[in-house]
Structure formats: C-alpha cells, structure tokens
C-alpha cells in the first residue's frame, strides 16, 4: 500500500463537511473524540459509536455547546457485538438519514503485548474482534449505505509498532492494511474511496499504554494535531484511493 501525505495546497473551509453523515467508532477515544468533534465543527452529522454511553453523551454534549448540527449516540459494545447488531445498525441509519457518507474506524484494543509463546487466547481473540472482526462486519453492513452517497469515505487506522511483542495487536493492523487493500481495489472508479491513516506517535490513551514510561510523551501530538488531514480523508476534496496517509514530515514509501 502506497504511503502519502495531506496535499500541501489543502485548506479546510469552515462548512468542508455541510450536510455530510459521518459515523466515527470508538467515538469516545483519543482520535474518536477529536475528529467527531471536528467534523461536527466542519457541519457534519456525526454518528458517536461507542460502548460508554456516559462518556458518549459527554461528546455529545461538547458538540453541541460548540454550535454543531445536533449529533446521534449509538452505543454499541465492539466486542460482543454479533452481525445482527451491525444489520439493525444499518436499518437504523437508513430509516434516519437514508445514506452515510464517511465511516473513520478509530475504535482499537491494545491488548496485552507478550512474547508469542506466552500469548492469552482470550485477549487474542478480544483484539482480532476489536480491530479486526468489527471493522470488517461494520464496513460489510454499511455499503450499501455508503454507496447511496455521491461522494464517501472510509477510513480505518492502522499502525507499525517498531520491534517484537505486539502479538495480536500487529497482526490486526496487518489485516486491516490488507482489508483496506482488497476493497480500494475493488471500488476503485466508484464514488467510495477506501484509505488507511498511520498517525504515528501521538498522545492518546492507548498509546501511554503501549509506552507508559517512554521520555518524550508529554512532548508528542495530540489527536487534534491531525484533524487536517482527517478532515480532509472526509471531504469532497479526496479523489486518492487505496492509499495510507501519514502525517506531513514523513518519509513517503511504497512497502512491497
């Protein structure tokens, strides 16, 4: 998968996503919370998916008291979520808004990082449904939905934690490169545009897990830092597809 950038020429219009319905998983996290907030800001529709329905309503709230278009909760528990579930999640957005126009998977489980040989089955198998499992049955059900849009994305997020023990956490990053892959190949063409985003280091929840006494943390960007370019993976402007975008600084690459 080729690795791009934001367009240096890029601006953000205040009313970028106007009228646009966006669902964001994992609504309530470092990169879920900061991009359903900004979309909101941009004129979307935001669709906030998560487990806690307390921590959701805070979103809620926030881009509400921001002067954004009044956003929708939909609480959902990735991990014991059956396909049911995503089928009426889909019925429900029908019956709502009659399409959807962006999809950001920013819901993640890190897991337990651990030597291969000392793996827990039971965590392996949280983590492949969270970052795998889910993003897969969510996109499947919410095609036809996106396909009634004339212009819509999906974005996953995906990651290259350097060195060993990542366990399942990497080898669900690794699906989901592959899932992002297969399905910009085959809506290449259409109005749906399929992209990765590999946001490197950034100060979120999960990442002061992975390296909670990593020098330099205080130090990294936050979610928000990155709205630019997650604004514009949603926007009209995007015409690149099958790609995963990094932040602008970073060595673009094609990995063979």
Request: negative net charge.
């Amino acid at each position: 998968m080729k690795t791009t950038t934001l367009p240096a020429d890029f601006q953000p219009k205040p009313d970028l996503l106007k009228d646009k319905v966006i669902l964001v998983t994992g609504a309530t996290g470092g990169f879920g919370r900061a991009m359903s907030r900004r979309y909101a800001d941009s004129g979307a529709t935001v669709i906030l998916l998560g487990k806690n329905i307390r921590r959701l309503e805070e979103v809620y709230d926030a881009i509400e008291e921001a002067g954004g278009p009044q956003p929708a909760i939909y609480p959902m528990d990735l991990e014991g979520a059956t396909e049911k579930d995503y089928y009426d999640l889909a019925q429900n957005i029908d019956k709502e808004f009659g399409r959807l126009d962006g999809l950001l998977h920013a819901a993640a489980q890190l897991g337990a990082p651990t030597p291969f040989e000392h793996s827990d089955t039971e965590t392996w198998y949280k983590v492949m449904q969270i970052n795998l499992n889910a993003p897969y049955l969510l996109t499947k059900h919410l095609i036809g939905l996106l396909r009634k849009s004339p212009h819509a994305s999906v974005v996953f997020m995906t990651d290259d934690k350097p060195g060993t023990y990542w366990d399942a956490y990497m080898v669900s990053k690794g699906g989901i490169d592959q899932l992002t892959r297969l399905m910009a190949r085959e809506y290449e063409g259409s109005p749906l545009f399929v992209n990765a985003v590999n946001p490197g280091m950034s100060r979120t929840g999960l990442h002061l897990r992975a390296f909670p006494a990593r020098d330099g943390n205080d130090r990294l960007p936050m979610p928000e830092d990155h709205a630019d370019l997650f604004l514009y993976l949603m926007s009209d402007d995007l015409n690149e597809q099958g790609r995963c975008f990094v932040p602008s600084g970073a060595e673009a690459r094609q990995d063979t």
